[in-house]
């Protein structure tokens, strides 16, 4: 049988892999902006440790940020899915459950690289809170400005510009290393979708970008067409991120003289 080509290969459809692709590089999408949302939570946590002056929180936070950035990100989503599932297999056990029990893997996915993006963002926070000249915040309590005051109108807006381009470099890890997840068996199922007599799409079933290109590279024996369709998906994701990102930096940075 002769192999197929590109376009017959992206069709958008039950005959092709367009559709499956495409929602692929959706999910990837959602476990990014998850995992990234999971780590900024994190990293302000841990950033507010370090800053404060309790030794205990402090050297948690020393903990944490020198530990998760000096483990790989995949062992940690291993740890958290098998390590997680046997913790609830065993707590299925003693209610009566029998057989594996375990955790869904975008919750496991998306958490495990929240907290190792949070230990790059907690230095990401305490560096651009660092910056933010102490004479403004002295300046501002002088005039009586209340602490939620001053982290809206002072710490906050600076720390937001001073702190852009690094969470910008971590977004782009991040949506890397929502590859990852794929060892976790990811995958969702959308229905069937008419409008009326015409399909919109067929009910598909697809997993994160890089395991979907996988998957349909083994069932029609062509991986170079669908991992260089997954190269050009990632680089249409890192590439907008880029351009919002810049256009986020333009924006907190307005008004203040470029040198």
Avoid at 76 to 85: A, T
Wanted: charged share 15%.
């Amino acid at each position: 049988m002769p192999a197929k080509s590109f376009l017959e290969l992206m069709q958008w459809g039950p005959q092709g892999w367009l559709d499956e692709m495409f929602f692929a590089t959706g999910l990837t999408l959602a476990v990014a902006v998850t995992g990234f949302l999971f780590g900024l939570a994190f990293g302000t946590i841990a950033a507010i440790a370090k800053l404060s002056r309790w030794r205990p929180a402090e050297l948690a936070a020393d903990g944490y940020t020198t530990v998760l950035r000096g483990v790989p990100d995949l062992l940690v989503i291993y740890l958290f899915y098998f390590g997680g599932s046997s913790i609830t297999t065993s707590i299925g056990h003693m209610f009566g459950a029998t057989g594996f029990v375990g955790l869904p893997g975008f919750f496991v996915g998306t958490l495990a690289i929240g907290i190792v993006s949070g230990a790059y963002q907690t230095e990401v926070i305490r560096g651009a809170f660092l910056a933010v000249p102490p004479g403004e915040i002295d300046a501002a309590r002088a005039f009586g400005m209340s602490g939620l005051g001053l982290l809206r109108r002072i710490i906050g807006p600076q720390v937001l510009r001073y702190g852009l381009p690094g969470m910008g470099n971590i977004w782009q890890l991040v949506l890397k290393e929502s590859a990852l997840v794929a060892v976790v068996g990811l995958s969702l199922t959308l229905p069937e979708l008419r409008l009326g007599d015409l399909v919109v799409f067929y009910e598909t079933r697809f997993s994160d970008l890089l395991r979907q290109a996988h998957v349909a590279a083994g069932s029609t024996r062509q991986p170079f067409v669908f991992y260089i369709t997954a190269v050009a998906f990632y680089l249409v994701l890192t590439t907008g991120s880029t351009w919002l990102f810049r256009r986020a930096e333009a924006w907190a940075t307005r008004g203040m003289r470029r040198v």
